[in-house]
């Protein structure tokens, strides 16, 4: 246990110099070397991964906890509001990133590039050719969660001459891409389903069994949002089956566990949960933390507060 506390903590793993800034600004040191009760610890910052739940509790004048990530669903955000604690996360920065590695997913998953690549690799090539693979180019392409994200996948692909609809809790105003009310009638409308809603218990297996049977066995479903939005047993069981043609995946239910059925499987491309991992990215999402800490320590409000 430290003697002079901080008051600012950190929970969970966070980037390397994310840490050092943070411990040289304010002294700040994982939460679990303060002790429990200590009033002055004001602000947590944590990751996506990690999320605050029971921590709430240890610290009673808690009034920030800071997000380095945009989604939050580890946290329970509800229980910071009634308590009146303010949550941050880092939208925006990293929104490129992530659409990016969607397009990538997609072109990966429907050409087959990285079966292809172990084709080459395992000396295959010179047995026979590669199989055929699907256009991307003028595909349908169907976005679940037509948020930042989601909208920014769908610009990408629109270069691709994709035909663009969507589905999200209600149509988004001034949205031309076509509006389906339900995640079903969306997946049996496309030829790849991409997945953008934010996680949490709202979109807890928004995609099942039903779901991928209306994608269809020529349907791709392409996944950067959570693990959680996906009924990973119901996904492996449609992969197994031919029900559905294949899926790029960033995300898992249970990260770092991949099923072990998908690991040997062409038809899928597993990612480790890069999206927003590149150096320019991860820098101002650190930087967009360091600011939030900064401010809500000098003004007590967040730059870039989520709610309710
Ligand atoms: C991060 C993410 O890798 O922003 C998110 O929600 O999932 C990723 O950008 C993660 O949050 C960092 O732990």
Redesign the pocket.
């Known amino acids: 246990m430290t003697t002079d506390a901080p008051e600012v903590v950190t929970l969970g793993p966070l980037m390397a110099d994310l840490t050092r800034a943070l411990a040289e600004k304010y002294g700040a040191v994982p939460a679990e070397q303060v002790a429990e009760g200590t009033k002055e610890v004001r602000v947590v910052v944590t990751?996506?991964?990690t999320g605050v739940r029971a921590a709430m509790d240890r610290f009673p004048c808690l009034a920030a906890i800071v997000h380095?990530?945009?989604?939050y669903d580890t946290t329970d955000a509800a229980a910071a509001w009634r308590r009146g604690i303010a949550v941050s996360n880092?939208p925006d920065v990293?929104t490129d990133c992530v659409a990016d590695t969607a397009v990538g997913l997609v072109l990966d998953v429907m050409r087959g590039l990285s079966a292809a690549d172990r084709f080459v690799r395992s000396g295959d090539w010179a047995r026979g050719s590669f199989p055929l693979a699907r256009k991307v180019t003028g595909s349908k392409v169907g976005i679940l969660g037509l948020g930042r994200i989601g909208s920014a996948v769908a610009r990408r692909l629109a270069a691709f001459d994709a035909r663009i609809s969507y589905h999200s809790r209600t149509p988004k105003p001034g949205v031309a891409w076509p509006y389906f009310d339900s995640v079903s009638g969306l997946a049996s409308a496309v030829d790849v389903l991409v997945v953008t809603a934010a996680g949490g218990e709202g979109s807890r297996h928004l995609v099942d069994a039903d779901v991928l049977a209306a994608l269809g066995p020529v349907g791709f479903l392409v996944n950067v949002a959570r693990g959680s939005v996906v009924d990973e047993d119901a996904l492996v069981a449609a992969l197994e089956a031919d029900r559905i043609a294949g899926a790029g995946l960033d995300v898992f239910a249970d990260e770092p566990h991949v099923p072990r059925a998908l690991l040997d499987r062409e038809d899928v491309v597993l990612l480790p949960?890069l999206?927003?991992?590149t150096t320019e990215t991860r820098a101002d999402m650190r930087d967009l933390v360091l600011s939030n800490v900064e401010h809500f320590l000098a003004e007590g409000t967040l730059l870039t507060p989520v709610e309710d």
């Open positions: 990751t996506g991964r380095f990530g945009v989604g880092t990293l949960h999206a927003s991992g």
